[in-house]
């Protein structure tokens, strides 16, 4: 008596299935634990279990930032933040910057040069150069210095040579020039920063200025490996950055602290931009424990909220990324991204390993 079905046809049909399932599989989103993720912009000058702890249970890797070069502390965040990763080779590579302090003293970019070298020689995988360079220092005449000033041009030649990224904030949002607005994003920041807020003085660089002179660097300098922080402080013009990472393909940018005026862009123009790009730009948050610009030390329930604050932004900001449909950030209604697991894998954490060379980072015995 014949069979309903023919045993030899199912097996194509099972495997037809399973391959089916497979491919499903492989585009199905990733859970938040499960994909790596590296924040390549974070500032921890003490060693906090609870910090190590929180890293460890989300799966999340960080690049320390040492930052700024200007106010006499750079030997305390190079001893710091080489401490961490001595203990901690994987959570925490280093980025070193240069002293500013010294820059009217002779061979200062000799001295500079074999400093950052003797910093690399220890792990350190990027230099930081910070906007205190275009709306804070000066040169013996009383002009602000650009971040085009031949006197970085030896530095950034050594940095292209030996194959560092210059990680450059350089720059503010558009709105510290513009008049102070409850709205923006950066109204808490510049109402309670007004060293920052420069509408109305007129005596300081534009922000076109200082954003032509951060180009600048990459026409003189085109090998060089630029990463723009906070989208390249072009956050208000996506136009202006798509021109920029097809214009210089040595330049990417990073999202620290920038997430929330992502949101207020059409999410179909946000999807583009890293549908578009998805080598270039890296994920960050711009998190910054720094009990050594405490006027007390800080207390474990300080610690403990800033672990829980940080967890807070981690998740609400891989449900913009990762998620789909409406969602909330920053107490406002915005659409999720719903990126393409391929490129949340670049985002996330690939495209750091690969610009801040990060697996040699990780292996290295400091």
């Not at 089916?20 to 500032?43: C, G, N, Q, R, W």
């Not at 106010?71 to 080489?82: C, S, T």
């Not at 031949?150 to 503010?172: C, T």
């Not at 913009?320 to 393409?340: C, F, I, S, V």
């Amino acid at each position: 008596m014949p069979t309903p079905f023919s045993l030899r046809g199912l097996a194509p049909l099972v495997v037809v299935a399973f391959a089916f399932k497979v491919a499903l599989a492989a585009d199905a989103a990733p859970t938040y634990e499960k994909m790596l993720k590296i924040d390549v912009h974070s500032h921890i000058f003490e060693d906090v279990p609870a910090i190590h702890a929180l890293f460890a249970r989300l799966n999340v890797r960080t690049i320390n930032v040492c930052v700024p070069g200007g106010d006499g502390q750079l030997a305390l965040m190079d001893r710091v933040a080489f401490e961490l990763y001595g203990k901690h080779p994987q959570l925490y590579p280093v980025t070193t910057t240069f002293d500013l302090l010294t820059r009217d003293e002779p061979n200062y970019a000799t001295r500079t040069i074999a400093a950052l070298d003797r910093a690399f020689a220890r792990g350190a995988v990027a230099v930081k150069i910070w906007k205190e360079v275009g709306i804070e220092i000066k040169n013996r005449n009383g002009r602000f210095i650009l971040p085009d000033d031949p006197l970085f041009d030896p530095i950034y030649a050594h940095l292209a040579r030996v194959g560092k990224p210059l990680h450059a904030h350089l720059a503010e949002p558009i709105d510290a020039w513009l008049p102070l607005d409850k709205d923006s994003n950066h109204y808490g920041y510049y109402s309670t920063n007004p060293q920052w807020h420069l509408h109305g003085k007129p005596e300081y660089p534009s922000h076109a200025a200082i954003i032509a002179a951060r180009d600048n660097i990459m026409k003189k300098h085109p090998t060089l490996v630029v990463v723009g922080a906070h989208l390249g402080s072009l956050e208000h013009d996506l136009d202006g950055i798509a021109e920029r990472l097809t214009r210089y393909p040595n330049f990417h940018i990073e999202v620290a602290a920038r997430t929330r005026n992502l949101t207020r862009h059409p999410a179909e123009k946000v999807r583009a931009l890293f549908q578009k790009f998805p080598d270039r730009i890296l994920y960050g948050v711009d998190a910054g424990w720094m009990p050594h610009r405490r006027d007390t030390p800080p207390t474990t329930a300080q610690r403990q909220g800033h672990v829980t604050s940080l967890e807070l932004r981690y998740r609400a900001d891989w449900d913009y990324y990762a998620g789909q449909g409406e969602t909330t950030y920053n107490n406002r209604k915005t659409d999720a991204l719903h990126l393409p697991p391929a490129i949340l894998e670049k985002f996330y954490h690939a495209n750091a390993e690969r610009i801040f060379q990060l697996e040699a980072a990780w292996r290295r015995q400091p």
